[in-house]
């Protein structure tokens, strides 16, 4: 493969109990909704806002009202998981053996900068990658193929080319949209959750796995 793109929450750390956690709380604590934490979970894709408007349809928010929330809900979220914050088991050396490779690399997340940054800045691990893709660098969320078409296109590769690594089925079925083969991260669902997708090749729990590691040549 030429090319590598990189879910964030869930695929790099193992962080979304606590994104869930901390949009139950925003949702039942102060927005006066009564959601379980299972029917919270599958909705953890996407925008922030696409995640309100699920939630409690599209009329009850104002745009500027629904970025505010999330501001709020990812600075409870990072206060919450800071002193976990750590890449999955594995994942270090994958990086930095792709690195010295020469196999260009990417993050394509839903996440807003300020949650990507507070990952990579905090684990000091920016200089892997080539190209970012935020929420906010496309119109169209997961499973929608423009983050990782467009993190493909900043990496000057063919999609065909890119293996994406993804934890959710929305983010798996977006690389399948855009024409790329896709390794799992089960620290999220389940790999039954995944069964009507074609372009899964791998399942694994964590990076420190045989398959993962043969991907490097």
Same mark, same amino acid.
């Given at each position: ?14 962080? &979304?109990t /606590? ?12 927005l ?8 919270v +979970?599958?909705?953890? /894709? ?15 928010? #104002?745009?500027?009202?629904?970025n505010?929330?999330? %501001? ?10 800071l002193?976990? %914050? *750590? ?17 260009? &690399? ?9 949650? @990507? ?6 684990l000091n691990i920016?200089?892997? =990658?080539t ?12 499973p ?10 900043l ?5 065909a ?8 089925? +929305? ?8 024409? &790329? +083969? #896709?390794?799992? @991260?089960? #620290?999220?669902?389940?790999?039954? *959750?995944?069964?009507? %997708?074609?372009n ?5 729990t964590?990076?420190?796995?045989? =398959? ?6």
């Open positions: 493969m030429k090319a590598f793109i990189f879910d964030l929450n869930g695929t790099m750390i193992n962080d &979304m /606590y994104h869930t956690k901390a949009w139950q709380n925003l949702l039942n604590n102060e006066g909704g009564n959601f379980t934490f299972e029917e +979970k599958p909705q953890m /894709y996407g925008k922030n806002p696409e995640v309100l408007v699920r939630m409690f349809g599209p009329e009850r928010f #104002t745009l500027d009202e629904m505010q929330l999330s %501001l709020e809900k990812e600075k409870k979220y990072q206060q919450e998981f002193p976990y %914050l *750590e890449l999955l088991p594995g994942l270090h050396d994958f990086l930095e053996k792709a690195y010295q490779l020469g196999i260009p &690399m990417a993050i394509g997340s839903a996440a807003i900068p300020f949650n @990507i940054d507070f990952v990579l800045d905090n920016r200089h892997y =990658f190209a970012i893709v935020s929420a906010d660098d496309v119109v169209l969320s997961k929608h193929p423009e983050t990782f078409l467009k993190a493909a296109q990496l000057n590769v063919d999609p080319n890119c293996i994406v690594f993804e934890d959710v089925p +929305k983010g798996a079925e977006a690389a399948s949209n855009a024409g &790329m +083969k #896709t390794v799992v @991260i089960t #620290t999220t669902h389940q790999r039954e *959750e995944f069964s009507y %997708l074609q899964v090749i791998h399942f694994t964590n990076y420190a796995d045989d =398959f993962v590691s043969g991907l490097l040549g």
